[in-house]
């Protein structure tokens, strides 16, 4: 086991342990390499009345996958932080008919210099962020948000 | 018991039969006047790793709460759609210690008439939702979003 790979299954601890909806979803992180996080989530818990998964879910998924990945960004500087979701849109573009996949990453003109740079000048950062549910030929739900990290009082 | 009371009864039990992470949140439609909608969820099953509600569960009560006003504006008019999410925005602007209140309606500029005017002629109409849960002075969470009502197939 690598540093990596315990800080993803400390924090998909912390996840299932600390919010009991994620346990529901019965949620898990796939991947990290740093810049990006996989989220994924059985459909079986998370279907709605149409047989597809439900909304809520994947809004959440999504939130949580940016959230993820900013929590872990900031645990591998040795940045202890409050991680917070400040506003987001979610497109729900077509039903999702299998297991709940979301890719999150720093939206187009983002970068983890700035938001490290800014948290160590001020304490606090935020940034942009983008998540997906890969479809065959395009998304099937899309999510942007901004997400702050504000140092934790010593 | 009324038409409505019997009405919010059978989609409250339609949800929860149907979506098996409203019923882990523990959802409940308090109240539907024809123009409004409250539901609610308590904090317990709701909770995020800081002791508030999870943004998830925020972000799934508010939309929820809208697709069950869209759910009864149409039941009580005898149509029979699918009701879907296209967009939404949610704001997230303060913690929520408390059990989970949503409470929707339509959007300003927005009206039912102009809605089941365009469904009764296009056999499909969108419009715009608000969802918020209110606090002390301010709302605490905020949705905006818009949904397609959709007539199926006789």
Redesign the interface.
Known sequence: MNDRTDAITALET??L??????R??NLSIASYDGDRLVMAAPL???????GCA????L???M??ACWALVELACRERGEDC?V?????????LAPVWDDIRAEACLAPHSSWKTFFATLAARGRARSHFRCFVPGQAKPLASLDAVFVAKRRAA
């Open positions: 912390f996840i342990n600390g919010i009991p909806l994620a529901s979803m079986g818990p998370n279907i709605n009345d149409k439900f909304g809520g879910s809004a959440s998924v939130t949580l409050d917070f979701v400040g506003e987001s849109t979610v497109r729900y």
